[in-house]
Structures are given as structure tokens and as C-alpha cells.
């Protein structure tokens, strides 16, 4: 089973405003850069989770993105499901037309994977992620790499 590049980016992308919550509103191009997601694609996805009430937007200068509601209640699930995305191990549709219109033999061995899949990633908050060594390291390496980066964009600029 694999999540399709839809689904992992929103997982990421949100997992990004988790971690740097606090700091203010996101911008996309920040988390963009950070996470190596095309700035059109974020767009594109954040539209669907701000409509599903996951994500608010801040206008004006300094604006950008922040969650709509507590990282400890919103799911990996959720943000799945916000940019519909729907987690299914069948290789067939989930009415069961896999063989000629009729299940084939192993459609409900897969499908009960994909429910086991949705019941342990609605068990998973933003929070639990943030709190993860693993996570917290890999975006310290993140923020690391993408200030030096604006450092060399802006030593650059003046030279």
C-alpha cells in the first residue's frame, strides 16, 4: 500500500505549519522551499484544506497560513481525506468490480487493509508527529538548510 504524491504532500506540508506554528503565518514559498513541494501544487492543496477547515489564511505583508484549530485535533486522516485522497490497497474500485462486474477473490482481504490503514492514521495527530525525536531532527536540518539559503540569496543580491 502507498499513498498517492497528493496525499503525502498535504501530510507534509501540514506537518510543516505544525512545526513551525508560532512563528506567525506560513508562507507557501517558505514551506515550499523546505520541503522541495512546487509552490503550484501547495496552492492547489492548500485551497482544499482551508476549505475543509484545516488550515486559515492570513493576508497582507507577513501573511500566509496557519491551522484552523489545536495540532492535537487534527488527524493525518483528515488531512487526507481534505484533499481527496482516499486510502485504498484494492486494486479495484471499492464497489467491487474488480473481475468482469463481480469481487475478485482477494477484494476483501484488501479492503479490510485499507480500513485497518484509515483506523490507524485517524489515530494520528499533527501533535504526535511534531512530538516524534525523528521529526523534530529532520526539520531542524530543514530550517538549517533553508536559512542558509536565503543567507546566500541575500549576500547575492548586495554583491
Not at 508560532?22 to 485551497?47: H, M, N, T, V
Request: aromatic fraction near 6%; charged fraction near 25%; hydrophobic fraction near 40%.
Amino acid at each position: 500500500m502507498r499513498l498517492t504524491t497528493k496525499g503525502r504532500y498535504a501530510v507534509t506540508a501540514m506537518l510543516d505549519l505544525a512545526l513551525h506554528e508560532g512563528r506567525g503565518p506560513i508562507s507557501l514559498a517558505d514551506i515550499s522551499a523546505r520541503q522541495k513541494i512546487s509552490l503550484s501544487y501547495l496552492e492547489q492543496l492548500f485551497a482544499k484544506l482551508r476549505r475543509n477547515s484545516l488550515v486559515k489564511s492570513v493576508r497582507g505583508p507577513g501573511g500566509g497560513y496557519q491551522l484552523s484549530r489545536a495540532k492535537e485535533s487534527i488527524f493525518v486522516v483528515e488531512v487526507i481525506d481534505a484533499v481527496n485522497e482516499s486510502v485504498d490497497a484494492t486494486g479495484c474500485n471499492s464497489a467491487g468490480d474488480c473481475l468482469d462486474g463481480e469481487a475478485c477473490l482477494t477484494h476483501y482481504l484488501w479492503c479490510d487493509l485499507s480500513e485497518q490503514i484509515h483506523s490507524f492514521l485517524s489515530k494520528i495527530s499533527l501533535a504526535d508527529l511534531v512530538a516524534r525525536k525523528d521529526v523534530q531532527e529532520v526539520s531542524q536540518r530543514q530550517d538549517r538548510a533553508h536559512l542558509n539559503t536565503i543567507q546566500m540569496e541575500s549576500i547575492e543580491a548586495v554583491g
